[in-house]
């Protein structure tokens, strides 16, 4: 009995004593180690992934590191307890809600009975509540609650005084006729034709003077001869 076991136990040593087997044999720790190493890279990563702690990452991929070579099951237990959402899918998730709710914002409907109503609506045809006005200035629809057009300006509380400042232009002038033009003109050229008009007179008034002569001696402003 003993000679079969010492037999079986040289066969078996000569087995793994060969050098094909141990290269097998290391091939295949090399490769455990490197799964095990791999593991804890993964659940490192996948957890960067899911939470936005810096330390659960590291905390999780020690964990794995400690218990993958006497529980082999450890990643399985990570999988089964991590987040199962990725941050990157919670994003996504609410800029999704987020687009949905502004959706739903746009549409209008009439306070008073919530039904849809169209936006260029004044009135709501169903309970007859007012949506919208006109604006005076421009005609555009505005809200009710605005307190300014914002197409034109027209300021709604001060309906007194314009909301703008008017352009400043240059009144045009009236046409004369030919009959008003002529009395003005004439007007107007009197006070520069006045001297003209007294030098002529005093001219004429020189001319039709009698000068004193000898002949006649006795015109005014004649004198004697001596």
């Not at 490769?31 to 936005?52: C, I, K, N």
Request: glycine share 4%; hydrophobic share 45%.
């Amino acid at each position: 009995m003993d000679q079969v076991l010492a037999e079986i136990g040289k066969a078996v040593g000569g087995f793994f004593g060969s050098p094909i087997v141990q290269f097998v044999l290391y091939s295949i720790l090399a490769y455990l180690v490197v799964l095990w190493l791999a593991s804890a890279y993964w659940v490192f990563r996948d957890m960067q992934q899911r939470t936005e702690n810096a330390i659960l990452p590291y905390l999780a991929a020690s964990l794995v590191i400690v218990f993958l070579p006497v529980f082999p099951a450890a990643v399985f237990v990570y999988k089964i307890i991590r987040p199962h959402e990725k941050i990157g899918e919670v994003y996504e998730r609410n800029l999704a809600e987020e687009a949905l709710l502004a959706e739903v914002e746009t549409i209008k409907t009439c306070p008073s009975c919530s039904r849809r109503v169209n936006e260029e609506w004044i009135i709501c045809p169903t309970c007859r509540t007012r949506l919208n006005r006109v604006c005076a200035n421009c005609g555009r629809l505005v809200g009710l609650d605005w307190s300014l057009c914002a197409w034109c300006g027209k300021d709604f509380e001060r309906s007194d005084v314009a909301s703008y400042e008017p352009i400043a232009t240059e009144m045009p002038r009236p046409i004369e006729s030919p009959t008003t033009a002529a009395p003005a003109a004439a007007a107007t050229a009197a006070p520069a034709s006045e001297p003209a008009l007294r030098s002529s007179n005093r001219a004429t008034t020189l001319r039709g003077a009698q000068l004193p002569s000898p002949q006649n001696p006795s015109a005014p402003g004649s004198y004697p001869e001596p």
